[in-house]
């Protein structure tokens, strides 16, 4: 069970990609700006300017460390920390804040509506478009009683929640999800809704919808999707999309059947919005294991049974797992991993330096 903690003071990026819901900006009862500078009457000046410098309530968004704050005013960083808790102490026992009863319990009905637990970037933007009017929000949040924030983890990004027992079913339950996962597994995203569900089966039936479990799922720093709405572990190689090797992946996996390099630049651009020059696209796909040539500029996925090599190669390696075999079936062999001609295969197929023909008419390596 967490305790109640304030926000660092710069936001840090987040280092994972993550399928995140989106959440549009509601429309709450109360007017934030107005509710946080009432509550900010109620305390000490100096415990009121520490409070401004800690969440950006001042002219500018800027949250500060404890740190900053003791340099400016030549104290430790424990005794700003002793000022702020003491404000919020403050806060808390005014009777501003007891007339805001109902503003606070607003703002905890809106986080039980998006599931009892939400990861802070989501639930922020949600509420509010600048910056500015999320650090109020934020400000709100630790002041408030029913609201209780988890620390960023290895395993999880920062959150709030409203629900002690909701939020240990959810992590929990995404834990086991992780580890049911293997390393390249990749999920539909129906499946894996399902999955998740069999994971929750204590949970509430009010949050068993699909926008709820995309919201939990963007929890985890170690689950993720791809723009395909593709699900599986966050580090496997299709999932995670960082650069034209990646794109180029999903592409040519979605299409189901090898696809020209010029193709595949084109369609990275108009699936993804991602600039792919056509020269780029085809040096990348060239140094990628991921990808084979099978024909004039066509590339398939080796995942798909697609080998490398000249067509000479293949045909031995078909000879050599099926044993002599007729000209007609070398040639069907050929063709289910390679796009190229007939006549391609018999001319290499008819080189006595590699092949042989036996007296029963099928081939051999030489």
């Known amino acids: 069970m967490a305790a109640k903690s304030t926000k660092k003071a710069a936001p840090q990026k987040k280092t994972a990609s993550k399928a995140a819901s989106k959440t549009s900006t ?3 009862s109360f007017d934030s700006t107005v509710l946080v500078k009432k509550l900010l009457a109620e305390v000490p000046e100096r415990a009121r300017e520490v409070l401004v410098y800690r969440f950006g309530l001042g002219a500018s968004a800027d949250r500060e460390t404890l740190e900053a704050i003791g340099e400016r005013w030549s104290i430790t960083r424990e005794r700003v920390r002793q ?6 102490d403050a806060i808390r026992s005014s009777k501003a804040f007891k007339d805001a009863g109902a ?3 607003d ?3 809106h986080v039980q509506s998006l599931g009892a637990i939400v990861e802070e970037d989501i639930l922020l933007k949600g509420l509010a478009a ?3 009017a999320r650090n109020r929000f934020r400000f709100l949040l630790v002041v408030g009683s029913a609201f209780f924030r988890e620390r ?5 990004y920062a959150r709030w929640h409203v629900d002690h027992a909701t939020a240990q079913l959810v992590h929990k339950a995404l834990t086991r999800l992780y580890a049911q996962l293997s390393d390249t597994q990749v999920l539909a995203e129906g499946e894996m809704m399902d999955r998740f569900l069999d994971e929750l089966k204590d949970i509430n039936d009010a949050y068993r919808n699909e ?4 919201r939990w799922l963007s929890l985890s720093k170690t689950i993720s999707s791809n723009p395909l709405a593709e699900w599986g572990r966050a580090e496997a190689p299709a999932i995670r999309t960082k650069g034209i090797r990646d794109y180029a992946y999903l592409v040519i996996k979605r299409s189901g059947a090898p696809m020209h390099f010029s193709d595949v630049a ?3 651009s108009q699936m993804f919005a991602k600039e792919a020059h056509v020269a780029t696209t085809h040096n990348e796909l060239i140094k990628d294991a991921r990808f084979v040539l099978v024909g004039r500029g066509l590339y398939a996925l080796s995942e798909w049974g697609y080998q490398p090599g000249v067509v000479r190669d293949v045909i031995k390696t078909v000879l050599k797992k099926e044993g002599p075999l007729t000209r007609e079936r070398v040639m069907e062999e050929v063709k289910k991993v390679r796009y190229v001609k007939d006549n391609t295969i018999l001319v290499n197929l008819n080189d006595p330096r590699y092949f042989k023909r036996n007296k029963n008419g099928t081939y051999t390596v030489a």
């Not at 000022?83 to 919020?88: D, K, R």
């Open 103 to 105: 503003a606070f319990d």
């Open 83 to 88: 000022i702020e808790a003491a404000g919020l």
């Open 152 to 156: 960023e983890t290895d395993e999880f």
């Open 107 to 109: 703002l905890s009905n």
């Open 211 to 214: 926008e709820v479990l995309k």
């Open 26 to 28: 509601v429309k709450l």
């Open 130 to 132: 600048d910056e500015k």
């Open 266 to 268: 084109k369609s990275i």
